[in-house]
Every structure is written in C-alpha cells, then in structure tokens.
C-alpha cells in the first residue's frame, strides 16, 4: 500500500503513464467528458472533494510545464484563478473559450472528475519533464 501522493489506483496509473506534453485534465462535477476519454469519477456530493485539492494532490506526483484554463475564469471565478496560481506560480497559462477547452478534453489521457460546483473549475495539465 502506497504511504503518501496519488492514492487512487486509476489517477496514480495514468500519471505515471504520462510523458513529456502529454495532458491531463481535472474539472468540476458540471463538465461533459467526451466519449473517448476515460473519466475518472471522485465526485461523492456536491464539493466533496473539491477541485483544488485534487490538482494539490495530483501535482504531488506530476510534473507541469504548461496549464490551460478557460478564459471565462477570470470573471466568473477569480478565486480560483487566484488559488490555481498560487499552488502553480511559475508554469505559463494559456486562457482559452470555455468551448475550446471542453473540445481540447478528447485529447487528454483522462478526466479526473470532482465534486466542485463553482463555475469554470477546469484545468487541463501539461506534463513537464524531471530532468
């Protein structure tokens, strides 16, 4: 049994499964996942558990280069911005059209799927390299 990091046996495969620019993806209970790529359900009720956990948790393990958020964040939820920029203060952020970000989900390894409710909580992670 592992001591510490990813508990979950399907979050820990597919982050030890990722390479350089590979993604990732971990949103609120609202998004819709496309069909082909696999989700990863941790939603139990409504915040529980909450987006910025998971990512604190996730990034225990994961190496980040690069992060994409929807740019409706900004305005409609600026706490989260803040939050996810203070846990990641030096990887660059490329804002894009909610819509786009949702389209850019079938390209990601997989959907990591919370319980958050507040809107916009979506992040698609790029990994980074260790060495």
């Known amino acids: 049994m592992k001591k510490a990091g990813i508990m979950n046996s ?16 971990i949103g609120d ?6 069909r082909d790529t696999p989700k990863i359900d941790l939603a139990v009720q409504p915040e529980l558990p909450k987006f910025i956990d ?4 996730v990034l225990t ?12 964040i900004k305005t409609q939820n600026p ?3 803040t939050a996810i920029k203070e846990i990641l203060p030096d990887v660059e952020v490329t804002f894009v059209p909610h819509e786009n970000l949702k389209k850019d989900l079938s390209q990601t390894h997989a959907f990591i799927r919370t319980g958050e409710t ?10 980074g390299v260790t060495f």
């Not at 998971?54 to 948790?57: A, D, E, F, S």
């Not at 507040?118 to 990994?127: A, D, F, G, K, V």
């Open 79 to 81: 706490s989260q911005l």
């Open 54 to 57: 998971v990512l604190k948790n």
């Open 29 to 34: 209970a609202g998004m819709p996942v496309p």
């Open 61 to 72: 393990e994961m190496k980040v280069q690069h992060i994409y958020l929807a740019s409706e």
């Open 10 to 25: 399907q979050i820990s495969a597919v982050v030890a499964d990722m390479g350089h620019t590979d993604w990732l993806s």
């Open 118 to 127: 507040t809107p916009y909580s979506n992040i698609i992670l790029e990994s």
